[in-house]
């Protein structure tokens, strides 16, 4: 079934919106990376919303599963594509603009600048 959306910005957010798609999409822009590592990047996430974010991400073409070894436990390790390399610029820009806000606003603080998405712009 064709999915319908009213403009590109419905269908970008539909790829990239939640809490944890964008950074993990930054995490991963750093270098591949197990789970293990993003678990520990992100230690408030939950390993069933990990998987699960995780699997659309590379549903829709974001982010490539690469798993390695002949017998359990095998190396899962996950990586951007192009595709998801290409989301870099908006990435940034969001970032920015929050930046922006939150430093006109009393009681909201960034302990993270744009840097992170900085390198999905690299390569």
């Given at each position: 079934m064709k999915q319908?959306?009213?403009?590109?910005?419905?269908a970008t957010l539909?790829?990239?919106?939640?809490?944890?798609?964008?950074?993990?999409?930054c995490h991963l822009g750093n270098r591949p990376q197990r789970t293990c590592?993003?678990?520990q990047a992100l230690p408030d996430i939950s390993q069933k919303v990990l998987t699960q974010q995780l699997r659309e991400?590379?549903?829709?073409?974001?982010?490539?599963?690469?798993?390695?070894?002949?017998q359990a436990p095998f190396k899962v390790t996950y990586s951007l594509t192009p595709l998801g390399r290409s989301l870099g610029q908006i990435l940034v820009q969001m970032s920015i603009w929050?930046?922006?806000?939150?430093s006109e606003l009393p009681d909201v603080e960034i302990?993270?600048?744009h840097?992170?998405?900085?390198?999905?712009?690299e390569n």
């Open positions: 319908t959306f009213n403009n590109g910005v419905e539909k790829v990239i919106s939640g809490k944890w798609k964008p950074q993990l999409l590592d993003l678990r991400l590379e549903r829709d073409g974001i982010i490539d599963r690469q798993i390695t070894g002949e929050g930046e922006h806000r939150a302990t993270n600048d840097g992170g998405f900085s390198r999905l712009l």
